[in-house]
């Protein structure tokens, strides 16, 4: 895992480097956003399996991203 350093600016880098080959169609603000947003959920997502190896790295991740959609519709609706 990267350190925590690397954590924050990983996702502001991430922003930017899709912006400069043109293929950012949202505010900046709003990518950094997601970007931070989807970053965390990995990181919850390891975390887990780290915790919880019995299961793959690829169900702990199916899992937080049906929990962001959960609280996202919910907040949303």
């Not at 690397?6 to 293929?23: K, Y």
């Not at 169609?25 to 970007?35: C, E, Y």
């Not at 970053?39 to 975390?47: D, E």
């Amino acid at each position: 895992m990267l350190d925590v350093v690397e954590q924050g600016r990983l996702p502001g880098g991430l922003v930017r480097s899709g912006g400069n080959r043109g293929q950012v169609q949202a505010a900046p603000d709003r990518l950094g956003d997601a970007a931070h947003v989807g970053w965390a959920t990995l990181h919850h997502a390891a975390g887990a399996w780290i915790r919880e190896s019995a299961r793959s790295l690829d169900e702990h991740l199916d899992e937080a991203f049906a929990d962001l959609r959960a609280l996202s519709a919910e907040a949303s609706g």
